[in-house]
């Protein structure tokens, strides 16, 4: 992990596209900026990991329709 010291309106660029600019520091709070091309989805970490449990859940949700859809399938050949 590379840690970087900012301070208020100063910015990293990441890449070619994305820079990331400290707008507000308050107490423990630290407001961002993030610049980026719309086709890269940007999240918070939390928000995140429920979208990737969430699929995980639909993954298996279809392999279990597969199955089932396969039974039927067999019963009536």
Known sequence: MLALS???NESIIIGNDIEITI????GDQVKIG????????IYRK???LQIQESNR???KSEI????IQNLFDQKKN
Do not use: H, Q, T
Not at 34 to 41: M, T
Not at 64 to 67: G, S
């Open 46 to 48: 939390e928000i995140y």
């Open 23 to 26: 707008l507000e520091i308050k």
């Open 64 to 67: 279990a329709l597969d199955a």
């Open 34 to 41: 993030i610049n980026a091309p719309k086709s890269v989805s």
């Open 6 to 8: 900012r301070k208020n």
């Open 57 to 59: 859940e639909a993954a």
